[in-house]
């Protein structure tokens, strides 16, 4: 959904806009194509095979850090206020497609799933060393399993035999719970669960949209595209309520104390085209809000 983003932050030529999740960098090469001699782009990823990707453009400016330190990093390089904000959440496909990397059920490697590939916690580490309530609880919230207290038990059995060390050790392991004709959902589920643990991804999220909300120049536009439920009710609870749970907290007089309004559109979701061409696109949830 390029064009969606690129539309809803509303790209002033003279303005300075972040995108925090810079990748492969199409979205930064967009964003620069509507920017005049005035404007600016900070980019932020944590992975360095990010870096391979890096414009060669005066206005552009590469963060190699994570977006949870979104505000003193636009600070450190005098980007505050900034006028649109650009998050395209979860993991690349270029992250997806990279064998070693650990993030796909479709090769077989070391179980890694580290976006930040400096960081110590990886998967195989969660998945020999968690307690088995701990993993109990990470399989039925991060990635909503239903029999998740019965896969956690039969990892934490599997591995008194022996470590579990690869995707296909993890795969081999729990095949007798997978449910029959919903082979690779499940495999997802347990994979993205695994991956939000090793890489903090909700708390990094939270961070990222309460620091958002305070750099973003008022009438600045904050774009969030995520692909999961987990991430897109903290967005969307956020731009409602400026919290991520419990109600809107109010002023004296009874107006709403939260710093954004979400942009009448509501959620966009991916077309039937865009869908038949890029099918990671089906999940995608992308929401708009303006600073107050």
């Not at 490697?109 to 960081?119: G, I, K």
């Amino acid at each position: 959904m390029l064009q969606e983003c690129i539309e809803a932050l509303d790209i002033r030529p003279d303005g300075t806009y972040v995108d925090v999740t810079f990748g492969g960098g199409g979205h930064s090469r967009e964003i620069l194509k509507h920017l005049g001699q005035g404007g600016r782009l900070l980019a932020f990823d944590q992975d360095a095979d990010a870096q391979q990707n890096l414009i060669d453009d005066d206005r552009f400016e590469f963060v190699d850090q994570n977006f949870r330190y979104l505000k003193n990093f636009c600070r450190l390089h005098d980007a505050v206020p900034v006028h649109g904000i650009l998050a395209d959440l979860g993991v690349s496909s270029y992250q997806f497609d990279q064998a070693d990397r650990g993030f796909s059920i479709r090769f077989d490697a070391e179980l890694d799933m580290r976006m930040n590939q400096a960081s110590s916690l990886t998967a195989k580490e969660v998945v020999n060393t968690y307690a088995e309530a701990d993993l109990h609880r990470i399989f039925g919230v991060y990635g909503e399993i239903q029999n998740a207290k019965s896969l956690a038990k039969t990892i934490a059995t599997a591995r008194l035999n022996g470590p579990l060390n690869t995707v296909a050790d993890l795969k081999n392991t729990i095949q007798g719970l997978i449910p029959r004709g919903k082979e690779n959902k499940y495999l997802a589920q347990v994979f993205q669960a695994l991956r939000i643990e090793v890489n903090q991804e909700l708390e990094v999220l939270k961070d990222f949209l309460a620091q958002a909300a305070d750099v973003l120049a008022p009438g600045g536009r904050l774009v969030v595209m995520s692909y999961h439920s987990l991430e897109d009710r903290l967005v969307k609870n956020f731009i409602a309520k400026g919290k991520f749970s419990g109600e809107v907290e109010k002023d004296l007089y009874g107006n709403d104390q939260k710093p954004l309004e979400a942009v009448s559109r509501g959620v966009i979701t991916a077309t039937e085209e865009e869908i038949k061409e890029n099918n990671r696109a089906r999940s995608a949830k992308l929401r708009i809000a303006v600073k107050k």
